[in-house]
């Protein structure tokens, strides 16, 4: 499978006819649990001897198809389907975590990730030290002995940023760190961190990757390539009380990360995915190619045109040419900059509460990355949470409007956009 091209990865990796009855398409396998072959067989699973189905929580065959499958298109070792973006991000750093570790992450996040990350992480006695996306020096300056782990988005929600992921993994790695980077803006078909030296990448399936608004879903992906030894890792590289004092990362190799996701992570905490949502993601998956380089081409062409419009200040998208973060477009994603972008309204709040209530085709909702345009003021609603300075660091102050671009005709969605900001 290793040496097939994207595009054939995206249909093929993970799966096959099914065993049992030929089914060309992935079965959705909506059971719950699996009948062992006998005693001696049901021991060596839970003894982690032999890997195979025990109960849904932890592994279900059409699951185990999206996780083959993304593990695959970001060229990494494995990886964990989840019932969420969000879950995927708690067990990506359970894993790692103890009480008063300290994750260094940018500010520059999803406003969910910034809430989940300040406040219900802190309910774990997990920390958090921001740095600035836009400035690699700056993760330095914020690591200190108790990190366990550098978080970043490739492409950042909702500024438009392209992040250094080469340069960030560096000063990660000289702290004895695995860089996170959540690729959910970027995916695997425009910017596949591993090779820019990630060792784990997560993903809000829900958005591009399943890629038709229909599905809650996230994965999480493993390189494969760090060193736990160290002692900073326990639960991957000592004596693990509930599997018989085993020593995973001794045990798995390469393998251990995804694994102590599943048997201690999904284990213990439970945001098992169901089936069919497993279903409705590989499905997206297979025309992820063609979805997303329609999404960026349309997406460009919408730039280019608010740009010259004059109730727009300014249009925050790494795919123009005078954008901050162009050079960076060119190096890590030259296909395209993704279709979630921001721009400013001269009239500020008002103006962009009005904008979203006189669009038509566009659907004002909090999502991304659906087939549907999509819209949305920042500071009325998914950052409404957060105080004002806050807001305006991660890119959603009271003028900033941002956009999902989607899979319509680009004309529909220009005139749209033209008659809203007419009204
Ligand atoms: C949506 C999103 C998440 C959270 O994912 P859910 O599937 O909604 O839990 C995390 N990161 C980014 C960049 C997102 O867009």
Same mark, same amino acid.
């Given at each position: 499978m290793a040496d097939y091209g994207f595009d054939t990865l995206a249909i093929h990796a993970g799966a096959q006819p099914d065993p049992a009855t030929g089914a060309r398409a992935t079965p959705i396998y909506q059971t719950t649990s699996f009948v062992f072959e006998d005693a001696d067989h049901a021991a060596a699973l839970f003894n982690l001897q032999v890997f195979g189905n025990i109960y849904s929580r932890i592994m279900n065959p059409t699951n185990a198809v999206l996780e083959e499958r993304v593990a695959a298109l970001e060229g990494g070792r494995s990886g964990l389907a989840v019932a969420s973006g969000h879950a995927a991000q708690l067990i990506a750093l359970h894993t790692l975590m103890q009480p008063g570790a300290e994750i260094v992450a940018a500010r520059q996040l999803y406003g969910g990730s910034i809430n989940q990350f300040s406040q219900g992480f802190a309910k774990f006695d997990w920390h958090v030290k921001w740095a600035d996306g836009r400035d690699p020096e700056s993760f330095r300056g914020a690591l200190s002995d108790k990190t366990r782990a550098v978080f970043i988005e490739s492409i950042a929600n909702p500024g438009g940023i392209v992040t250094d992921i080469e340069a960030i993994a560096a000063i990660a790695h000289s702290a004895g760190v695995p860089l996170i980077v959540d690729s959910t803006f970027a995916t695997p078909y425009l910017i596949r961190p591993i090779e820019w030296g990630a060792d784990i990448v997560v993903h809000s399936?829900?958005?591009?990757? $399943? $890629?038709?608004?229909n599905s809650i879903c996230g994965v999480i992906v493993d390189s494969g390539k760090f060193n736990w030894g160290g002692g900073k890792f326990p639960s991957l590289s000592e004596p693990c009380p509930s599997y018989h004092g085993m020593r995973l990362w001794e045990t798995f190799g390469d393998l251990a990360y995804a694994i102590a996701c599943r048997v201690l992570g999904l284990r213990d905490l439970g945001p098992a995915l169901s089936p069919m949502n497993a279903f409705l993601v590989i499905q997206g998956i297979e025309t992820l190619p063609l979805r997303m380089q329609r999404h960026c081409d349309n997406a460009l062409a919408v730039a280019h045109w608010l740009k010259r419009h004059p109730k727009v200040a300014w249009v925050n998208y790494a795919g123009l040419e005078d954008d901050a973060c162009y050079g960076l477009h060119r190096t890590y994603c030259p296909k395209g900059a993704g279709s979630v972008f921001t721009f400013g309204l001269t009239g500020g709040y008002d103006a962009g509460v009005k904008l979203v209530n006189s669009v038509t085709l566009f659907s004002h909702l909090a999502n991304v990355g659906d087939v549907r345009s999509l819209i949305i003021h920042p500071a009325s609603t998914t950052h409404r949470q957060l105080e004002p300075e806050q807001r305006a660091l991660a890119g959603a102050g009271d003028d900033v409007v941002r956009l999902s671009i989607g899979l319509e005709t680009v004309d529909d969605i220009i005139a749209d956009l033209d008659q809203a900001l007419a009204a």
């Amino acid at each position: 499978m290793a040496d097939y091209g994207f595009d054939t990865l995206a249909i093929h990796a993970g799966a096959q006819p099914d065993p049992a009855t030929g089914a060309r398409a992935t079965p959705i396998y909506q059971t719950t649990s699996f009948v062992f072959e006998d005693a001696d067989h049901a021991a060596a699973l839970f003894n982690l001897q032999v890997f195979g189905n025990i109960y849904s929580r932890i592994m279900n065959p059409t699951n185990a198809v999206l996780e083959e499958r993304v593990a695959a298109l970001e060229g990494g070792r494995s990886g964990l389907a989840v019932a969420s973006g969000h879950a995927a991000q708690l067990i990506a750093l359970h894993t790692l975590m103890q009480p008063g570790a300290e994750i260094v992450a940018a500010r520059q996040l999803y406003g969910g990730s910034i809430n989940q990350f300040s406040q219900g992480f802190a309910k774990f006695d997990w920390h958090v030290k921001w740095a600035d996306g836009r400035d690699p020096e700056s993760f330095r300056g914020a690591l200190s002995d108790k990190t366990r782990a550098v978080f970043i988005e490739s492409i950042a929600n909702p500024g438009g940023i392209v992040t250094d992921i080469e340069a960030i993994a560096a000063i990660a790695h000289s702290a004895g760190v695995p860089l996170i980077v959540d690729s959910t803006f970027a995916t695997p078909y425009l910017i596949r961190p591993i090779e820019w030296g990630a060792d784990i990448v997560v993903h809000s399936a829900t958005k591009f990757l $399943g $890629g038709h608004g229909n599905s809650i879903c996230g994965v999480i992906v493993d390189s494969g390539k760090f060193n736990w030894g160290g002692g900073k890792f326990p639960s991957l590289s000592e004596p693990c009380p509930s599997y018989h004092g085993m020593r995973l990362w001794e045990t798995f190799g390469d393998l251990a990360y995804a694994i102590a996701c599943r048997v201690l992570g999904l284990r213990d905490l439970g945001p098992a995915l169901s089936p069919m949502n497993a279903f409705l993601v590989i499905q997206g998956i297979e025309t992820l190619p063609l979805r997303m380089q329609r999404h960026c081409d349309n997406a460009l062409a919408v730039a280019h045109w608010l740009k010259r419009h004059p109730k727009v200040a300014w249009v925050n998208y790494a795919g123009l040419e005078d954008d901050a973060c162009y050079g960076l477009h060119r190096t890590y994603c030259p296909k395209g900059a993704g279709s979630v972008f921001t721009f400013g309204l001269t009239g500020g709040y008002d103006a962009g509460v009005k904008l979203v209530n006189s669009v038509t085709l566009f659907s004002h909702l909090a999502n991304v990355g659906d087939v549907r345009s999509l819209i949305i003021h920042p500071a009325s609603t998914t950052h409404r949470q957060l105080e004002p300075e806050q807001r305006a660091l991660a890119g959603a102050g009271d003028d900033v409007v941002r956009l999902s671009i989607g899979l319509e005709t680009v004309d529909d969605i220009i005139a749209d956009l033209d008659q809203a900001l007419a009204a």
